[in-house]
């Protein structure tokens, strides 16, 4: 037999003896007699059976075939004998116990050293030591795991999925020994069984979904690169033209120190030989990355590219080389971005000052970004923390980089890792590089900066962010400097676009609320007040958004917005307004009704027995019902107000949602403390109230109401 399964034989012989024993201990102590007999019974089989295996023969056996025939005598003895049974039981289990802990001990210890001497790279040694620990204690699950790992990275893979399978005899939700199993099963190219693997980290654990889906992805991928291999491999042999002509191609540019245009122009015919992904995964296979990445010739020319020179052309040959090895084929892209000398050039070339090597090097950047493994690669491999900075400074440029820049900054900002480092270089120097392109919007592209504002209004999504932009007190000043300019530049498209775009910024970051805000918040409100005239629609939505977000943080922009006609202005808009207008809309109205009497003397005013209130109260979108309740509620402390519903159905309509089944928890409150003023201010409301049932509504809506 071989020692691997003797092994796995003594585990589960152990394994069993200790359910066996536990199951006995808990048949004594029950309080079942049928069940305590029962254990009593079992127990002294197993007893009878370790007798005959110490001493190689039977020298007792106990009687059973008469049920209930002992005296009263012979029951005492039974007592006495299970009585002593379980004190020898319990002193072996104390003893059992003991030992455990001391090997657990022993075990932990040679684990430590396993893995001091794993993280050194002393992989041999790691699995001595792993082993050892495994001598102390057979059941030890991490000891498995690990040594699988360290299996792992002397490439025995076989041994790795063993140990996993161990690990799993252990604990078989052990979410550690699937991981590694799948990636030993990735390396032998058994790509179903890691599929497998990966799926049961799903299953145990659905908390796991991004590791399996990064997991998953990495099956796919190298199952297709091995089917891309075999296939290139076929037409290779079989003499297809260009997969030849590249192989050929490397070998000529692996020659050392030749000049520098020789290298450039090599590079050039070997791009228009790249027809297809035979092509792509011949240049792979023949190590064409590090061919032409480690030669010192072309290396040294990227460090020196200058306007009109030999290294700007080769440069540029070398990018537009790369765009065509790594088009739709993710794993040349993971090898680009995985050689040591790129992480140092992308970003060099990137920030060139030759406008062709920007030009190409973007258009690298942007293939990567098009899709989520791209994106993960340039985030995982690159150092991201000045990029924001750099793809922002592109807005000065007049021509097609700044709105590639612009794009591949969107597509950037969808990889959560890329906005958390966003934030380390944001304050210092994104934010004052964009606050000055605010200012300067006639020296600048006008569709970038309006795709820009759009771009860092979406990284507001990230609190971190927004709250330093929010706190920001030169970006505030940029924002209004920019609505000034765009205000007195007519209907321009460009202006109009950037118009469009920092009113939605603005939106987002008067979420926050801090002293800078509250300083800027009437001048936001009378800039807001003023575009309420524009011929376009979306920017008067944007404008009433940003009056229902700013002005809760002044009472001085409030009074200053209800002098200057807001409240007549939201209600014109109420009545024939979009959902979204009609949403900013009543939030402004409500805004201004919690603090300003004049403004809830206007609404009396200019809304005739509440016509356009009421008509919100009927919506289905339950913050036009809230507010409008809101509304509704502090309106009634205007005197006659409440009297001039009398004829109405209010009573029933706020009833109604004080009593319903609304999401919002505001609504059901907002309509209960309108129903409980009105009744209030109008006591005759309460004779319909009682008609339709509602004393007991009404009566819970009093704790509400804080001035009844």
Not at 131 to 157: C, F, I, P, S, W
Not at 589 to 605: D, F, G, P, W, Y
Request: aromatic fraction near 6%.
């Amino acid at each position: 037999m071989m020692a691997d399964e003797l092994e796995e034989r003594d585990l589960r012989k152990f394994l069993r003896d200790v359910d066996e024993i536990t199951s006995l201990v808990q048949g004594l102590n029950s309080t079942d007699p049928v069940v305590q007999e029962k254990a009593i019974s079992d127990t002294e089989k197993r007893l009878h059976i370790q007798e005959v295996r110490d001493d190689g023969e039977c020298k007792t056996k106990l009687n059973r075939t008469v049920v209930n025939s002992q005296d009263a005598a012979t029951w005492n003895m039974e007592t006495v004998r299970r009585d002593s049974f379980m004190s020898a039981l319990e002193k072996d289990a104390k003893e059992r116990a003991k030992r455990r802990k001391k090997n657990e001990g022993l075990a932990n210890a040679l684990k430590e050293k396993g893995n001091d001497a794993f993280s050194k790279g002393d992989y041999g040694t790691a699995i001595q030591r792993y082993t050892e620990g495994l001598e102390k204690q057979k059941d030890m699950q991490v000891l498995y795991t690990n040594r699988a790992q360290a299996h792992m990275k002397l490439q025995e893979y076989k041994k790795v999925i063993n140990d996993c399978e161990w690990a799993l005899k252990c604990n078989e939700k052990c979410i550690k020994a699937y991981f590694h199993m799948g990636k030993a099963h990735l390396a032998l190219k058994d790509y179903n069984e890691s599929r497998k693997s990966y799926q049961k980290i799903l299953e145990i654990d659905p908390q796991k979904e991004s590791l399996f889906k990064d997991c998953m992805n990495e099956v796919d991928l190298q199952e297709r690169k091995a089917k891309e291999e075999e296939k290139a491999l076929k037409e290779f042999q079989s003499g297809k033209y260009t997969a030849v002509s590249v192989k050929e191609l490397l070998q000529k540019l692996n020659k050392p120190d030749q000049n520098i245009l020789y290298y450039a122009g090599g590079i050039r015919v070997l791009t228009e030989s790249i027809k297809d992904c035979t092509e792509q995964t011949v240049f792979r296979t023949n190590n064409g990355f590090s061919i032409i990445s480690d030669n010192k010739v072309i290396r040294r020319g990227l460090s020196i590219a200058k306007e009109n020179t030999a290294e700007a052309e080769l440069s540029i040959s070398l990018l537009i080389l790369w765009q065509a090895v790594c088009a739709g084929n993710e794993e040349n892209q993971r090898l680009l971005l995985t050689h040591p000398d790129v992480n140092v050039q992308l970003p060099m070339l990137l920030s060139s000052d030759v406008p062709e090597i920007q030009k190409q090097s973007l258009a690298l950047l942007s293939l990567y970004s098009q899709t989520e493994n791209g994106r993960r690669l340039l985030v995982r491999h690159q150092n991201l923390t000045k990029w924001l900075q750099m793809l922002i400074a592109f807005v000065s440029v007049m021509d097609d980089r700044a709105s590639c820049a612009m794009n591949l900054l969107s597509n950037l900002i969808q990889e959560e890792k890329f906005k958390i480092q966003c934030r380390i270089k944001l304050s210092t120097s994104v934010l004052p590089l964009f606050a000055q392109f605010l200012k300067t919007i006639k020296q600048v592209n006008q569709p970038a900066l309006a795709q820009c504002i759009g771009t860092m209004g979406d990284l507001c999504a990230d609190a971190v962010i927004r709250l330093q932009m929010a706190e920001n007190e030169e970006c505030w000043q940029a924002c209004l400097k920019l609505v000034d300019e765009c205000c007195s530049a007519g209907n321009s498209a460009g202006y109009q676009e950037c118009l469009f775009t920092v009113l939605g910024l603005m939106m987002n970051l008067s979420l926050e609320s801090n002293l800078v805000i509250q300083e800027h918040a009437v001048d936001v409100s009378r800039r807001c007040l003023s575009l309420l005239g524009s011929k376009d629609g979306r920017i008067v939505t944007r404008a009433i958004g940003v009056l229902s977000h700013i002005l809760p943080a002044s009472s001085m922009a409030v009074e200053e917005a209800v002098t200057g006609g807001v409240v007549k202005r939201m209600l014109r808009f109420l009545k024939a307004g979009g959902q979204t207008t009609s949403c900013y809309a009543i939030k402004t109205l409500a805004v201004c009704t919690q603090s300003n009497s004049q403004a809830r003397e206007e609404v009396v005013k200019s809304d005739k027995k509440f016509d356009v209130l009421l008509k919100l109260l009927a919506s289905e979108n339950e913050m036009l019902v809230g507010n409008a309740a809101f509304c509704l509620s502090k309106c009634f402390e205007v005197p006659g107000a409440a009297s001039s519903l009398l004829k109405s159905n209010i009573v029933m309509i706020l009833l109604k949602h004080a009593g319903g089944e609304a999401k919002r928890t505001s609504v059901q409150e907002n309509a209960a403390v309108a129903l409980g003023k009105l009744c209030t201010a109008e006591p005759r409301h309460i004779i319909q109230l009682r008609e339709l049932n509602g004393m007991a509504i009404l009566n819970s809506s009093m704790k509400y109401v804080q001035d009844l």
